[in-house]
């Protein structure tokens, strides 16, 4: 089975030159210049916070030797704050397929100090465990905490996100081919990292030439459900496909068909969802979650196509919300065509 391999860049590591101190040997190396351009990449899955410190770039690589002549994982991490917060630090944790820590798979917290709100920061975090399923960005600060997980190249996402809704997520895909007949075997772990039990779940593996180009794709389903937190292992076998590198594996459920509307959580966050066309009337629930109420909320809806691409952006009604309201809020929009999914923007207090 052929392993999905992280980025990696080769090191050269020196030896102190004689009367000279050596660097810290458990310190991050320095960050690649790639950086920057990893994370304007991942510009499209950001999910800004409203309240918090939240994770806006995240780039894992790996490298044979440290300081300490020891392979090693690195995170380059962004951080942005719509609020200010005193003593902020950071750490890393590598999971394994059942989400649990691995051996040496815990970070030391690493102080990032005090920040004003719309402000950005950025660190390196360093593991020398082995590669890891999924990871968790923790944050801490004066007041309060936040985990951010992840896996491979995705941004992570606040792990209370998916609230009360399934999240299907694809670990450790494995796969090999036979020349003889063209016979595919992938394996993977599908783990449900949301809150709900996931129905009717499908995976669609999409076979890669080394370009990256998609040579030939196959449909997986899976006839149990995937109870919130649990895992299972998948073994999809696919014929007559033709010689391929890499494979990527995207997941859906029976409940994904919410995503669209969007559904409001337990969440302490703001939130819209339950969107709905009601002729040229484009009608929405906005909810409250924080422990105080908001003055002035814009919410502002950027409405994706059934490709996925950005179609339409929509301006609700100001609004004002005590903690834990939920209101409904209705614009008119004219002709709109049928929308896939949505993300929001928030703003309030000015």
Known sequence: MHRLPLPALVLLVLMPAAGLVAADETAPMPAPT??????????????????????????????????????????????????????????????????????????????????????????????????????????????????????????????????????????????????????????????NTGGAAATGISATIAFLDRDGKVVATHRHARKEPLAAGAGANEKAVARNIPVFANVRITARCAEDGDRAAGRLTAAAELQVGRLRLDGTTLRAAVRNGLAEPVTGLAVELELAGADGKPMRTVALPKIDLAAGEVREVAVEVGRLAPWSAFSASFAYGE
Not at 59 to 79: K, N, S, T
Not at 122 to 143: H, T, V
Not at 147 to 156: E, F
Request: proline fraction near 6%; charged fraction near 25%.
């Open 34 to 191: 790639e950086r920057s351009d990893a994370w304007a990449a991942q510009a499209e899955q950001a999910k800004p916070a409203a309240d918090r410190p939240w994770v806006s770039g995240c780039m894992l690589w790996r490298g044979r030797a440290d300081r300490a002549y020891r392979p090693f994982h690195q995170w380059e991490v962004r951080i942005a704050t719509p609020v200010a917060v005193r003593g902020l630090a950071a750490r890393v944790r590598a999971l394994d397929t059942d989400l649990k820590v691995m051996v040496q798979g815990e970070g030391p917290w690493q102080p990032l100090g005090d920040l004003a709100a719309g402000a950005t920061t950025s660190a390196s975090l360093k593991l020398n465990s082995s590669g890891p399923a999924m990871f968790a960005i923790d944050l801490r600060w004066e007041g309060g905490q936040a985990t951010y997980q992840g896996r491979d190249k995705d941004l992570p996402q606040a792990a209370d996100a998916a609230g009360d809704a399934p999240n299907l997520a694809i670990l450790s895909p494995a796969f090999d081919r036979k020349a003889q007949g063209g016979v595919a075997t992938v394996e993977f772990m599908l783990r």
